[in-house]
């Protein structure tokens, strides 16, 4: 059997030749093609506006309806399910809390968790009277009073870190159900200008989130840019017309004329 061919019947040659032949590339319309993809296109872009509809339709209408009839029929279930959401946005409200922490006294979120967990669990205070401090201490080292280490406090730290809580609550992803990629840029923003402790910049972010564009430093500098080139135009325009003389004190002869001329600058 080595060396010898396989024979090929010729009808099966033909049929090879006709396959051929009606494959060419020349019989293939383009124009055909793109009107077949846009008929497709169209199709599919009206089933994608049905669906849509019929979403709104159910978050508007039915979906009350729909949590009213699945709380009467499945009363155990329901409940089940709102406590597991209560749960994972309790869990949300931690991360946020542990994040935040790390974050604001610049360790590890290990250590952070590890405080927040013991604070959580044991449920301690965060404020101790001055008393049951005084108590604690030895009689001859008691005094009348105890320093408040508020008071030490830097008030620029303070500031920064009362503008930092606030951004972080209105931008952090755990503390807001719906996060934008521009507000995950601003709170990246926000994180790295707390880092260099930039008050200005984390105030602009608050007043930009607060919507309260007019208490920006920016706006305020842009206000006060005004009012100064206003007044330095209203003094070019006196040098040009009095000469250097007039922004002193005006001679005697010359003050009929010096009067005239704030008549015409006033019209």
């Known amino acids: 059997m080595k060396g010898k061919k396989p024979i090929i019947s010729p009808l099966y040659r033909q049929t090879l030749n006709k396959n051929k032949a009606s494959f060419s590339l020349v019989a293939i319309d383009d124009k055909q093609i793109r009107q077949n993809w846009q008929i497709r296109y169209l199709y599919l872009q009206k089933e994608l506006e049905n669906v849509q509809s019929k979403l709104q339709k159910f978050l508007s209408v039915e979906k009350p309806q729909y949590t009213i009839w699945l709380e009467s029929t499945f009363p155990q279930e329901t409940a089940e399910l709102k406590n597991i959401e209560l749960k994972i946005n309790d869990l949300k409200q931690f991360i946020f809390e542990v994040e935040l922490d790390s974050l604001l006294h610049n360790r590890s979120v290990a250590i952070s968790y590890h405080f927040l967990l013991q604070k959580k669990n044991k449920k301690l205070s965060n404020i101790v009277s001055a008393d049951a401090c005084a108590d604690c201490l030895p ?129």
């Not at 105890?146 to 209105?170: C, V, W, Y």
């Not at 984390?202 to 930009?208: H, N, Q, R, T, V």
């Not at 006060?224 to 009095?242: P, Q, V």
């Open 139 to 267: 009689n001859n080292e008691k005094t009348d009073e105890i320093p408040d280490n508020n008071l030490k406090r830097n008030s620029r730290e303070s500031k920064i870190k009362a503008a930092f809580r606030t951004i972080a609550r209105l931008l952090h992803p755990d503390a807001n159900n719906s996060v934008s990629p521009e507000k995950m840029e601003r709170w990246y923003a926000a994180q790295m200008a707390y880092k260099a402790k930039d008050l200005e910049l984390l105030e602009s972010l608050c007043y930009l989130e607060e919507k309260q564009t007019e208490a920006l430093p920016i706006a305020i500098i842009q206000k006060e840019l005004s009012c100064w080139t206003k007044r330095f135009k209203k003094k070019e325009r006196i040098r040009r017309m009095f000469g250097p003389s007039s922004l002193g004190i005006f001679s005697m002869p010359n003050r009929q004329a010096v009067c005239s001329k704030n008549k015409n600058l006033d019209q």
